[in-house]
């Protein structure tokens, strides 16, 4: 198959593996990330405390993430190899333990009442204890054991917050209640019955309720919401409630019939959502269904997308000189991170490991690989639990994702867009605009504007309005459409859970639908008056957005005027960027970025937009495009109307149609 340079599915330096060769370079992979960490800790091991910028919760916390995390990772990697343990993880974390729970150690880990954070890290204690029983914890003094077992229990009748941190108790009692600690019924049948609340159809979780609606879908559906779950009944066993294990596992075979398909040839997940930097912790699910046996990919399959994930960040700068994990996606940056993001945090990725906790002769590591799902052919696809549009071409390895379902917003009220839940596309190939650092307090990014594949309505200074909330109309086939109410906040900066709060200028009604094929999604706009004096107001020009592309900085070109109706930009690896106004669109120009990419210290973002203000009730249509090349065909669009709604008839080369149906709002509603 040929292939773009865009799309190489490993690094110049990496060699085919044979099946052997492969679960050996996991395991170097894993002891060099567990033995960079040792210099950083504490004398007696209870903490990690890692170089960088401390998160929100302090250093004390992020030392015992830095245990945690890494524990994590030692306990798969002690159980897949039956206890043989030349570096001696056993021993190291035990002492770790020892010194952590004694409350008369100065270095001890905190409690669950002086720090929330270390909820999230028992968890992971919990796991690794349970799989490192034999070697670890049926070897440790008695003494210790009860002091583990006494920081554990304030977790028991906890009120957790509302979303994945539930399981982190399920899973830390659990461990409790096999191990002789306390444990709550209670505790257990809540978590169960939110898990099943927060389930949202066709494998998909939403992380918890916002708003009383599904609105959270991200990487925490596969690394906390499948992967916990099944965790907690391999921990209890025999014990666990009757038909959960059957549910959980049902739940999590279909989901992975989607989530294959949204890894690129290259190797990289969709990068969308919160908690970015713990980058291949995206295949906790994979691995967990072949764990739990609740997967439809064959062995060879599972391990060709891992071992491609893999080695697309450790080929990207996800490790540093020094064999420690950075707090980024490609490479240090900050534009990713949440205010809990600590120098620690990465280790996440630790859930990305958990093959290794499967024998060395299980099929996942002896089958030869198999063709990742969009190098068997092209396929689109439409997911109604999260509200995405999905294309996957084989040509050129791209995965796209488009976004017409959670925002991760509270629908009651306005919110800055977060760029990792609002824009209207991801992919494997592209990652959103994020400039400044987010996690630098509530005035950190107080000008971040949406700008690529956004839809926005300028102001008179030349501001463009936010998405969030969005609301969703429709998700039919290869089309999809939502609705947002324009508005300008005073503070831009973004934050998953809403922002701060902030004033807000609020306008029109944009509805925007999309039909998507192949490389290209026909991005369909109208816009609509929300109030009485919106329709009296100055007019608003109307900008679309294409694809962000790292670009190099010896060929990027300074930005013109805006000229034309067609925008292109070719990135650093190959890749092709193109935005066409087909109607309404008469201005088009590349916006460059500095330092405002995951992907690389240069960006520049193509975008179409009105000459003048948009006229109320006028459909208006722009073609976006990523692709290892320039399109071979553009599709032929006709425009017309079916009552109020607008409509637009999309004709694709090879004679494929949509017609996206972009309705009026109700007036005083955006319904």
Sequence with gaps: MN?????????????????????????????????????????????????????????????????????????????????ADPHDLAGWYAA???????????????????????????????????????????????????????????????????????WFQGVTEAFARTAGGTWSQEDVDRIIALTDEWYAGNGWYSDGLTGGEHRNFDHYNGWAMHLYPLWFCRILGDAAPSGVLDRYRTRLRRFLQDQRLLVGGNGSPVIQGRSLTYRHAALASLWTGTLFDATPLAPGETRAVASRMLDHFLGHGAVDERNLLTLGWHRPFRGVLQVYSGPASPYWASKGFMGLALAADHPVWTA????????????????????????????????????HGGDHADPSRPHADDPCYARFAYSTHTAPETPGDPTAGPDACVDADPLDNAVVLLDGAGRASHRRPALRI??????????????????????????????????????????????????????????????????????????????????????????????????????????????????????????????????????????????????????????????HALPQVVTGAEGAALLVDVSWDGGARDTIRLPAPRKGSGD
């Design 96 to 166: 770790g333990l020892a010194a952590g729970t004694d409350p008369k150690n100065p270095g001890r880990w905190p409690t669950f009442a002086e720090c929330n954070q270390a909820k999230v890290e028992a968890a992971s204690i919990a796991i690794a204890l349970h799989e490192t029983r034999a070697w670890l914890w049926d070897r440790l003094d008695e003494s210790v054991r009860q002091r583990t077992l006494d920081w554990l229990a304030a977790m028991v009748g906890d009120a957790m917050p509302g979303n994945n941190w539930i």
């Design 474 to 631: 429709s998700l039919d086939g290869a089309t999809a459409v939502s609705r947002s109410r324009a508005h300008w906040p005073a503070n831009a900066t973004w934050d998953p859970f809403g922002g701060p709060d902030t004033e807000y200028v609020l306008g029109p009604w944009i509805t925007v639908g999309s039909a998507l094929r192949g490389s290209i999604e026909v991005r369909a706009v109208r816009v609509d008056p929300a109030t009485d004096e919106d329709a009296t107001a100055p007019g608003h020009v109307l900008r679309v957005g294409g694809w962000a592309l790292p670009v190099d900085s010896r060929t990027a070109a300074a930005p013109g005027p805006p000229a034309g109706d067609s925008a292109r930009v070719v990135g650093a690896e190959g890749l092709v960027s193109r935005v066409v106004g087909v109607r309404g669109f008469t201005q088009a120009r590349v916006v460059l970025g500095a330092d405002s990419n995951a992907l690389g210290p240069l960006s520049a973002v193509p975008v179409v937009e009105t000459q003048r203000a948009v006229t109320p009730g006028t459909v208006y249509v722009a073609l976006v495009h990523l692709g290892g090349t320039e399109p």
């Design 368 to 403: 030869d690989e198999a063709p990742l799902a969009v190098e068997q052919g092209d396929f689109t696809r439409a997911l109604p639990a999260p509200g995405w549009l999905v294309s996957g071409t084989a040509a050129d390895g791209v995965v796209r994702v488009v976004n």
């Design 3 to 83: 292939r773009t340079p865009s799309t190489e599915s490993r690094t110049p330096s990496t060699e085919p593996r044979t099946p052997a060769e492969d679960r050996a370079h996991w395991e170097q992979v894993a002891d060099r990330l567990l033995l960079a960490v040792r210099p950083y800790a504490t004398a007696d091991h209870a903490l990690i405390d890692l170089p960088g910028t401390p998160s929100v919760n302090g250093r004390h916390s992020d030392g015992l993430e830095g245990f945690a995390r890494t524990f994590l990772l030692a306990g798969f990697r002690l159980a897949g190899a039956a206890g």
